[in-house]
C-alpha cells in the first residue's frame, strides 16, 4: 500500500434517563454550561459540566456532557451496547429556542466533540439564540470507538512516514480486527446506524425537529437524516458537499488534479508569483516525484515543533500526500509552490519538515476503523477505476490502496435507495471553496439541483469546510433563523480573495 492512501486515509472528508422535559419548554432557560457544577437535564439525558478539548487547537470548551445507550446492532436491543457521547453547547442568550442544531463531523472518522472550538467559531451567531448538539458518531470520540489496538489493548503503532508494503497492511488490517472482537462489531457502524442513533438522541431531548450542519462526511450523514426523517428535519447545512451518489474514494486522484491546476492558473495572474514560479507548479511537482520514486532521499531537516534536527526519507508517496493535504486550506496551500520549486533545486529539507508535521498531526485525528466500516459498506463495492486517473500526480493506484482493507475488514452494506440523490422540500444552505481538493463546487452544483428550498454559495479563493470563512458565522446564524436560503444577502462574500502564493520564506508575495 503507498504511503500517500496511508495519510490521505487518515485525513479525508476537515462531531442516560431522567424525567422528561416537555419539547415546548425551551431547553436552556434553566440549564447551561455557566450554571453551578451538577446535574443538569435536557429532555430525557441528563448533563454534566465538562471541558471539552478540540484537537483543532484552541482553548477548552465549556460545556455540558453525557450519554445516551443505544444497541449496537438494531435487530437485538437485548444485544451489546453503545454509549452515544453527547456535548451540549447552550445558547450565549438566556431563553434559547426548540429547535436546536446538530453539529455532524467529517472523515469519515472525526468524533464531533473532539472538534468544539472550531464549531464554537462556525456556529458562533447560531449558538446566541440556539442550543448546539454534539454527538460522537459511534465508533468515533468517546461513542465505543474502533480504534486500531493490539492483543493486549495497547494502541497499534502506524508510522504514516513510511511506505508499508501489500503484505504489512492486509497484517495490520487483520490485527485491527482481532483487538475489536469482544467489543465491537464493525458491520453496525455505518452511516445509515449513526442515522438512527441521531434521531435517538433528538427523540431523548424532547425536541420535534432539529436544524442539521455537516461538514464534508458529515453533509453525508445530514442528506440521509433529512431523507429519512423529513418529519423532524428543520434546515441544513452542507459545508463541502458529498452527493449521495458519490463513491467517497474514488476521485481523490483527478479532484486534486483540478485544485492543483485552479491553484497554478491563479499564480499566473499574480505577476510576483508569475515571475518566481515561470514552471507550472503540477510540472514541478511531478518532476520531484519522478526524482524521488528512482531514489528516495535522507534528508537532514529541523522537526517542525522542536526545532531539533532530525533525519528521515523522504519519498515521492510522501510529497504527493503533503500536496494533497496542504491543498485543503488556501494558507497551506500558499506554501506548496516554494517547498516544490526548493525540493526542485535538490533542497528538500524544508518540504520534508512539512511532511513530518503533517504526519504528526493526523496522527489520533480519525479512528481509521469507524472510517473502513463506513467506506467499505457504502462506497467500495461501487467503485469503478476512472482511466483519466493515471495520468493525474496521485495516480491511479490511490483509490485500490484506499479501499484495500475492505477485503479484511468486516462491513455491512448499504440500504436499498441510499445513494439515491438527495430531494428535499426542506430548506438547505450548501457550501463550496472555490479551490476545494476533495468536495470541489460541482459536486454542490449536484446536490443542490434536487433541492427547490436551496441555495450554493461558492467562497472564492477558498478550499475544504469554509462555515467559518469570513462572513460566514454571520450568513449561518442568519439562514439558521430565518430558514430561508435563498433570502440571505450573502453580498458580504465578494470581499474574499485569493492567498497569493509564497515566493520566499518571509512571506506571501503582495
Known amino acids: 500500500m503507498r504511503n500517500t492512501a496511508t495519510l490521505i486515509a487518515a485525513g479525508v472528508l476537515a462531531a442516560g434517563l431522567a424525567a422528561c422535559q416537555p419539547a415546548s419548554v425551551p431547553s436552556a432557560q434553566t440549564q447551561g454550561p455557566g450554571q453551578p457544577a451538577g446535574t443538569h437535564h435536557f429532555g430525557n439525558i441528563p448533563f454534566e459540566p465538562c471541558s471539552l478539548t478540540s484537537l483543532d487547537g484552541g482553548q477548552s470548551t465549556e460545556a455540558n456532557c453525557g450519554t445516551l445507550q443505544v444497541a449496537e446492532d438494531p435487530a437485538k436491543p437485548e444485544g451489546r451496547t453503545i454509549d452515544l457521547n453527547i456535548a451540549w453547547l447552550a445558547p450565549a442568550n438566556a431563553g434559547g429556542t426548540e429547535d436546536p442544531v446538530f453539529f455532524l463531523a467529517g ?8 472538534h ?3 464549531v464554537t467559531r462556525m456556529l458562533g451567531a447560531v449558538g446566541k439564540q440556539r442550543d448546539i448538539i454534539l454527538v460522537d458518531q459511534r465508533g468515533t470520540g468517546q461513542s465505543n470507538p474502533l480504534d486500531c489496538r493490539g492483543a493486549d489493548g495497547a494502541p497499534l503503532p502506524l508510522d504514516v512516514m513510511s511506505e508499508p508494503s501489500e503484505e504489512e497492511a492486509i497484517a495490520y488490517t487483520r490485527q485491527c480486527v482481532l483487538g475489536l472482537e469482544g467489543r465491537a462489531d464493525p458491520r453496525f457502524y455505518t452511516t445509515s446506524d449513526a ?9 431523548a431531548l424532547g425536541v420535534e425537529k432539529i436544524n442539521l450542519v455537516g461538514v464534508s462526511y458529515g453533509t453525508r450523514v445530514a442528506q440521509q437524516y433529512a431523507a429519512t426523517y423529513p418529519q423532524h428535519t428543520r434546515s441544513v447545512v452542507l459545508d463541502g458537499v458529498a452527493p449521495n451518489e458519490l463513491v467517497v474514494g474514488g476521485e481523490f486522484a483527478t479532484t486534486l488534479e483540478e485544485a492543483l491546476r485552479l491553484q497554478s492558473a491563479q499564480c499566473r495572474q499574480i505577476d510576483a508569483c508569475a515571475e518566481r514560479y515561470p514552471i507550472d507548479m503540477r510540472e514541478q511537482l511531478r518532476t520531484v516525484m519522478q526524482t524521488l520514486r528512482a531514489a528516495p532521499v535522507e534528508v537532514d531537516y529541523r522537526d517542525s515543533r522542536t526545532n531539533l534536527p532530525r533525519r528521515d526519507t523522504i519519498t515521492a508517496d510522501a510529497v504527493s500526500s503533503l500536496a494533497f493535504l496542504f491543498s485543503y486550506l488556501p494558507q497551506t496551500a500558499s506554501l506548496l509552490p516554494l517547498t516544490i520549486d526548493e525540493a526542485t533545486r535538490g533542497r528538500y529539507a524544508p518540504l520534508m519538515s512539512l511532511v513530518q508535521m503533517s504526519a504528526e498531526q493526523m496522527q489520533g485525528q480519525m479512528s481509521r476503523g469507524m472510517q473502513w466500516s463506513v467506506v467499505c459498506s457504502e462506497d467500495a463495492s461501487r467503485y469503478v477505476a476512472d482511466p483519466d486517473a493515471a495520468a493525474t500526480i496521485m495516480g491511479a493506484e490511490l ?10 475488514w468486516p462491513h455491512g452494506e448499504a440500504p436499498e435507495g441510499f445513494h439515491k440523490p438527495f430531494t428535499s422540500e426542506v430548506p438547505v444552505l450548501l457550501l463550496s471553496g472555490e479551490l476545494d481538493p476533495v468536495t470541489p463546487p460541482r459536486y454542490g452544483e449536484q446536490v443542490v439541483a434536487n433541492l427547490p428550498n436551496g441555495r450554493h454559495l461558492v467562497l472564492k479563493g477558498q478550499g475544504h469546510n469554509v462555515s467559518a470563512i469570513g462572513c460566514m458565522p454571520k450568513l449561518l446564524g442568519q439562514f439558521v ?5 435563498k433570502g440571505l444577502d450573502a453580498s458580504c462574500l465578494d470581499n474574499l480573495s485569493y492567498v497569493p502564493p509564497f515566493v520566499n520564506f518571509n512571506g506571501w508575495s503582495s
Open 195 to 203: 442515522v438512527r442513533d441521531l434521531d435517538a438522541v433528538r427523540a
Open 481 to 485: 433563523e430565518t430558514a430561508d436560503a
Open 116 to 118: 468544539a472550538a472550531s
Open 399 to 408: 483509490s485500490e490502496a484506499f479501499f484495500a482493507p475492505c477485503a479484511q
Open 107 to 114: 472523515g469519515p472518522g472525526q468524533a464531533a466533540t473532539q
